[in-house]
Structure formats: structure tokens, C-alpha cells
Nanobody, 123 residues
């Protein structure tokens, strides 16, 4: 059973940066693809970035491409989301999730979820 814990959420001004972390425990995390999802108030949860286990292939949705970078350190069982040039529309609860399979931004493909961390972008 894999457990995931997100951290690093905060309030920042537009144009600022944040780095979110996702700590995995309970199972070797390099078996899993990890995805970052977010859910803004009144909106559905959306997948924004994902990274495969050992090959570390990445995928980004258009809304974050060029601004966000997903990475992982399998020696530490950690996955990161570096977020630059943040916009008010990036405000959401951010979740990491894991699946044994290729990268995907489809919520229902994922089996394990963290509790989420709040990111607020506001002046």
C-alpha cells in the first residue's frame, strides 16, 4: 500500500514561484507513475503533470506547460512540482497521485492519493 503526502503549498503573489513536494512511503515509488492534479473552487479536479517511474517520461497539460516542471528523486521516494510564473487561476488544492502504469492525466486511472496542499495566488 502506497501512502502519499504533499507539502509546500502557500500563498504567493502573481508571477511568483512555489515548489510542491510529494513524499511516498509504504512501497517502492519507482514502480509508479506519479501525477499532479489540482482542484479549484467549484471546478472538477484536473490532471496537470505526470511522470513515469523509472524512465521519468513527463507530460504536461497546456495550461501549465512551460511554467511547471515535474521531477522525481527515486532514491528519496520524492516527486516535485516546480511552479513558476504563477497566475491567480493556478489557485487550487494540489494533489499527487500514483498508479502502476504509464503516465496519465485521467483522475480515475490513479489508485493512491495524497490529502492535498493549498496553493493560493493573489495580490
Amino acid at each position: 500500500q502506497l501512502q502519499l503526502v504533499e507539502s509546500g503549498g502557500a500563498s504567493v503573489q502573481p508571477g511568483g514561484s512555489l515548489k510542491l513536494s510529494c513524499a511516498a512511503s509504504g512501497s517502492p515509488s519507482d514502480y509508479y507513475s506519479i501525477g499532479w492534479f489540482r482542484q479549484a473552487p467549484g471546478k472538477e479536479r484536473e490532471g496537470i503533470a505526470c511522470i513515469s517511474g523509472r524512465n521519468q517520461n513527463t507530460y504536461y497539460t497546456d495550461s501549465v506547460k512551460g511554467r511547471f516542471t515535474i521531477s522525481r528523486d527515486n532514491t528519496k521516494n520524492m516527486v516535485y512540482l516546480q511552479m513558476n510564473s504563477l497566475k491567480p487561476e493556478d489557485t487550487a488544492i494540489y494533489y499527487c497521485a500514483a498508479r502502476m502504469g504509464p503516465v496519465s492525466t485521467i483522475e480515475y486511472d490513479y489508485d493512491f492519493w495524497g490529502q492535498g496542499t493549498q496553493v493560493t495566488v493573489s495580490s
